[in-house]
């Protein structure tokens, strides 16, 4: 009878024990899989962050021509202001909106700028500002890779976290989905382009 309570004890024990490893194993992949989505944020700040340092550069360079339309100088820097502005959080949907809201508010007046270089022949034509073209044509290249990225980052983690088991020891310990980041308002519609050809 005594062996039998031993055994009972022993099992018991053994289940209470594969339950604290595989929890243990679970809570440290989830640890993981934050960190990584935190690991990929970063890599798309820097990316956006390179972009707005060009950004800056081509700015400079324009502003040594004379006769430039300060008004869109200004609108470029004060949009670069804002675009870093806002501190993300990648638990918060809300945060990362802003946060693409002023990027695209920078992208925009930036656009903006080139559109009215157009009209000044001596600044395309300098080396600098065409090396700066190049540049940031490579730089969106890596928002987008970067952007794509965090996106795989975040599907990964977020089914870490809805999956069962892992679900019951992600609610335990605090850990939630992540926010995507998402495509610009209007991306999904085909661009109405008309050329004035005479």
Not at 128 to 133: P, R, S, T, V
Not at 151 to 165: D, I, Q
Request: charged share 25%; glycine share 4%.
């Amino acid at each position: 009878m005594k062996g039998i309570k031993n055994l009972g004890l022993y099992i018991i024990l053994g289940i209470v024990l594969i339950i604290f490893f595989v929890g243990c194993t679970k809570y440290n992949s989830l640890l993981s899989s934050e960190e990584k989505v935190q690991k990929t944020w970063g890599s798309v700040e820097t990316n956006y962050q390179r972009r707005t340092d060009l950004y800056s550069s081509v700015v400079k360079t324009i502003e040594a021509s004379a006769n430039f339309e300060k008004s869109l100088l200004t609108d470029v820097i004060e949009a670069r202001s804002k675009a870093h502005s806002v501190n993300v959080d990648v638990n918060d949907q809300a945060t990362m909106d802003k946060f693409l809201q002023n990027q695209n508010q920078l992208k925009s007046s930036f656009d903006r700028l080139l559109v009215t270089v157009e009209r000044y022949p001596d600044i395309k034509t300098t080396k600098a500002f065409q090396d700066f073209q190049a540049q940031i044509e490579g730089t969106e290249n890596r928002i987008n890779v970067a952007r794509q990225d965090f996106n795989a980052t975040v599907e990964s983690y977020n089914l870490n976290v809805k999956r069962f088991p892992g679900n019951l020891l992600a609610s335990m310990f605090g850990f939630t989905p992540k926010a995507y980041f998402k495509s610009d308002p209007g991306a999904e519609k085909v661009p109405d382009l008309q050329y004035n050809i005479n």
